[in-house]
Structures are given as C-alpha cells and as structure tokens.
C-alpha cells in the first residue's frame, strides 16, 4: 500500500510537470512555489501540495486570458493595451501620451471617470433625441462636485480630452474626436471665466466644434499637444475650406454649414453667427431672449471701458482748462510789468 506522503508528493511532481508544460507553451512565467521542506505532517504537506497546484493553475488561467484578450484586440505581441484600461489604469507604456500627465493616480482615475461619465450620459441622451452635451454636464457636476471647484483638476480633464480626441483622429475616428474637443473646449471656457478673464461662456466657439470640419478640428488638437503626432494629418486636410455654422435651425443649407469667412454675427450679443440677412431676420424671435441676456452679461465690460473713457475725456479737459487759466495769468503779469521798449 502507497503512503499517503509518497500519493502527496506524486501529485505535487504531476502538477510540476503540468505547469513547466504549459509555462514553456506561454512564454516564461514567475518562478513555481515549492513545497515547504519543514512541513513534517503528512495531512499538511498533501493540502499544501494541493494549494500550491491550484494557485499554479490560477496564474496559468490568468495568463492565458490575457494572451486571449491580446488577440482579440489585435495586438498579438501585446505591446499595448485597449485604450479604455491604459486610460484608466495610467500604465507607462511606450505609447505618446499627447501631453495627459496627471500629477497623482487618484487624478489620472479622477479623469478617467469625470470623462467617462460625461461620455455615457451624452450618448444615452443623444439616443433619446435629448441634449446630451448640457446632461452630460449636469451628470458630471452631481457625480463630480469636488472637479468644478478644482481649476488644476479640470486642466487636467482637458488635457484628458486632449490625449482622447488625438488619438481617435490619428484612427481617422473625426466623429469621436469632435465631442473631445467640445468638451475641453467648454473647459476651457470655464477656467477663463473663473479668472476674469472673460464674463461668460462663448458658446458659439464650444459648439463651433461640435460640427467642426476636419481642417477645423486637427488644428484644434494640434496646437494644444505638446507632440507631433498630427502634424501629417494637419498636411492632409490643411487644404480644406474651414466651415462655420449658421445659428438658425431652419436654415436651408447642407448641415447649416457655410464658409466661415461669409458668417455674419449678431453685433448685439457678438454670439450667434449666420450664414444671411434672412437667416437672421427667420431666427429673431427665438434668438431676442438669449441676446438680451448674453447682451446684459457683457454689459457689465463695455460700461467699464465706457467710464474709463469719460474719466480720461475729463482729466484732459481739466488739463486744458489749467493750461488756459495759466496762459491768461501770466499774460496779465506780462502787461502788468511791461517796461515800454525799454
């Protein structure tokens, strides 16, 4: 009759043999636990066997996952990863960045998260017929509330965004990239309001993007990235007409885009752009509410610069009048003391 330490360690040296065969078929792997030398009882040294089998055969299970995942993504080498986990997880591989380099873990999944939720509820709402970039907006301040009171946090959503719109252009992916650019452009709309340095969102050059022209979206991403990874890109559409689109939704052109050069903007609120007179005269009655308000918010900026002009008009008139009193004073002392030719 076999002992049960001889039964023992027969399966510890099968399932040695079983995992150098299937470690030489898969590539070289981390070094084979051993059974523990000082292990002296028989029932201990058999379920220490079993345990060092089975976390053998887990890593193996492991390993060939991935390769399968590899595979599937078309990268048999496994040199890089999905987009989705490099992103989430911030591995540094040999891939270019485009610029994303977030100070923290935490900020690299921050971003992460902030930009996939915003991606998920614009797509769902857009299915709907909704307006998924303003829910999209709304879901990321219920779920994000700590990003929009962190201007660092959101420069590096942007540059986030940045990395994202990149590379989906160098996949010749434009429609993916357009939604990328809106929202950083959006962003950075919301950093320059945030440091006076404007009084209010321009949205006629957030939403510019959202159809933007291939011409017009390259240079986009282009001037932003700290790489050259468009600049071939840029050399192929850098031929294409830019174009603008026209403010009206009954407009009757093409997608509502004409050259930029021809659009008209309202000299009211300098916001909303047209492609015509009558496009504009057709858009006055749903447009006269938002132009009044975006006229009243840049209000405050033009009666600025309106006061500083007043205060500089009096300060060189006084000037002139001091000037004129002095004139006059010194030519009554001029008369007064006057010697007659002598």
Not at 125 to 148: Q, S
Not at 260 to 269: A, N, Q
Not at 293 to 312: F, I, M, P, R, Y
């Amino acid at each position: 009759m076999v002992s049960r330490k001889k039964t023992a360690t027969n399966k510890g040296r099968k399932a040695a043999k079983q995992g150098k065969k299937t470690q030489e078929t898969n590539g070289p792997q981390k070094q084979r636990l051993k059974v523990s030398k000082n292990v002296q009882d028989e029932d201990d040294f058999l379920n220490e066997a079993i345990m060092i089998a089975a976390t053998e055969k887990q890593a193996l299970e492991e390993v060939a996952a991935a390769e399968e995942r590899r595979q599937d993504s078309g990268d048999p080498q496994g040199h890089h990863q999905t987009d989705d986990t490099a992103l989430r997880e911030g591995n540094d591989d040999d891939r270019c960045w485009h610029g994303f380099k977030p100070s923290s873990h935490r900020q690299h999944v921050l971003c992460y998260e902030f930009v996939k939720t915003f991606g998920t509820v614009h797509d769902e709402a857009t299915a709907r017929n909704e307006d998924g970039f303003v829910l999209g907006i709304k879901a990321t301040e219920e779920k994000h509330p700590e990003v929009w009171k962190d201007m660092a946090c959101i420069k590096s959503i942007i540059s986030c965004c940045l990395c994202i719109g990149t590379k989906l252009i160098c996949e010749g992916e434009y429609n993916g990239s357009r939604l990328y650019a809106t929202l950083a452009r959006y962003l950075e709309e919301v950093i320059a309001v945030e440091n006076s340095i404007q009084n209010d969102i321009y949205w006629t050059k957030v939403f510019q993007l959202y159809g933007a022209d291939e011409h017009t979206l390259v240079k986009y991403f282009r001037r932003r990235i700290p790489c050259n990874c468009l600049n071939e890109r840029y050399d192929e559409v850098k031929h294409l007409t830019k174009l603008g689109i026209c403010y009206n939704p009954n407009c009757p052109l093409p997608d509502r885009k004409t050259e930029r050069c021809k659009l008209r903007h309202c000299t009211k609120c300098c916001q909303a752009n047209y492609c015509s007179i009558e496009c504009q005269r057709a858009d006055w009655k749903s447009h006269k509410k938002t132009c009044v308000d975006w006229s009243s918010k840049n209000k405050t900026e033009d009666d600025v610069l309106e006061v500083a002009d007043t205060q500089c008009h009096e300060k060189i008139t006084d000037i002139a009048a001091m000037s004129k009193a002095l004139a006059q004073e010194w030519s009554e002392k001029a008369e007064k003391h006057c010697t007659h030719g002598w």
